[in-house]
């Protein structure tokens, strides 16, 4: 049976909308292409971080770039000079606009927002048929970048809770020059709390106050906390709130579902994209959606997200299987990391393209006693068995 499109993503989000950049620049096999996105319209609802370790395709995006760092606990701070692996912001609301225009001039790739998808794909006879909002279609191959529901204590090892506000200030009281990077509070029982600040100029920044806790928390949760921060960082000055951010990530979860057949993908934060020990995605999508488009083209359908490497998945499982049970030491466990590792060192492991004496340097930062303790611990009852092999 002949169907109406070759591919249908469902999700529209990072994952979504990078893949469909690729197709649209370069549809090879692959021209019949549907995003369906159930919003309606994008607004700028977050920021995407990460190390700029070798050029990138969205280098014009990029808002700021940082060669400075700083980690703060009660007892220590650690500087970082990352001038060579520069911190850079691309806000959300910039990649959208991008996308949506270039997918708008596309022939071969098309967004649109607004779909929801009423119930789960299932096979037909050449692919797959997608109920919506809209009506019923056909494809020869799907890829859900959707995630599979909402954020729920137990299914990651721990989840990574922010809440933003880009603030103006009528003074300058920030460091332009100066990502805060990690400003931890210890006074959170059961939980790794800090502050995050990007400032944007002396009297802008985007302030974000983050937990990693089993539990997942929203951002009623964590209002009055942020509160606090934005009145200690800001020293006094009035400032007005630009705009809000929130969101949860996983770090660490179970291994991913299953596809539910031939020309069947999942892909996103809770397929694979975000690294287990630190939330960071971004550049990863980027470099599935080079895999994922690249197999497209050439006819032999989706593939989803690589696994890391077995000892970067042991490392970073024992690593947040440390900061569940022993979250009072989290601020010293990442002070150390930064403060007895060479930058770049810290900069590739935390980017993915580390070497065996990056990760050894990484794990000789870190206090052998209490690693080989957890090693040797036996596994909690209904603790999330995250993938290790």
């Not at 909308?17 to 159930?38: D, K, Y």
């Not at 089993?214 to 006094?236: F, I, S």
């Not at 975000?274 to 359908?301: E, H, K, M, N, V």
Request: one cysteine or more.
């Amino acid at each position: 049976m002949a169907t109406d499109l070759d591919l249908v993503v469902l999700g529209g989000g990072c994952a979504g909308l990078s893949l469909a950049l690729r197709l649209a620049e370069e549809p090879g096999q692959c021209r019949r292409v549907t995003v369906l996105e159930s919003r309606q319209a994008y607004r700028h609802d977050r920021s995407w971080c990460f190390w700029r370790v070798g050029p990138h395709r969205y280098e014009p995006l990029v808002k700021r770039s940082w060669s400075r760092l700083v980690l703060r606990s009660a007892g220590r701070a650690v500087q970082v000079d990352c001038a060579s692996t520069p911190y850079q912001l691309l806000e959300a609301g910039a990649f959208y606009d991008h996308a949506v225009q270039a997918l708008a001039a596309s022939d071969s790739v098309r967004l649109q927002t607004g779909m929801t998808v009423l119930e789960p794909p299932r096979p037909v006879q050449g692919g797959w048929r997608i109920e919506t909002s809209a009506g019923g279609l056909t494809a020869a191959q799907v890829i859900d970048t959707r995630p599979p529901g909402p954020p729920q204590r137990g299914a990651a090892l721990l989840w990574q809770s922010f809440l933003g506000e880009e603030l103006i200030c009528d003074r300058a009281v920030f460091d332009p020059g100066r990502v805060h990077l990690m400003d931890f509070a210890n006074d959170l029982p059961g939980a790794v709390a800090f502050t995050y600040v990007l400032p944007l100029a002396s009297d802008r920044a985007l302030i974000e106050t983050t937990l990693f806790d089993p539990q997942p928390h929203g951002p009623g949760d964590l209002a009055r906390r942020h509160q606090q921060a934005v009145q200690r960082l800001c020293g006094g000055a009035s400032s007005q709130v630009m705009r809000t951010e929130a969101g949860i990530l996983p770090m660490g979860i179970a291994p991913p579902r299953a596809a539910l057949g031939p020309g069947h993908c999942r892909a996103g934060l809770m397929s694979g994209a975000a690294r287990p020990a630190t939330g960071y995605a971004f550049q990863r999508i980027q470099r599935w959606a080079d895999r994922c488009s690249a197999a497209l083209r050439s006819g032999r359908g989706p593939v989803g997200h690589e696994p890391d490497p077995l000892l970067t998945r042991r490392m970073d499982r024992l690593f947040l299987d440390v900061l569940r049970c022993h979250p009072e030491r989290g601020p010293e466990l990442f002070i150390r990391l930064f403060g007895h590792t060479a930058t770049p060192r810290v900069i590739r492991f935390l980017s993915d393209s580390s070497s065996f004496t990056d990760r050894a340097a990484v794990a000789a930062s870190l206090p052998a006693g209490l690693f080989l303790r957890q090693l040797l611990r036996p596994a909690p009852r209904g603790a999330v068995q995250a993938s290790a092999t």
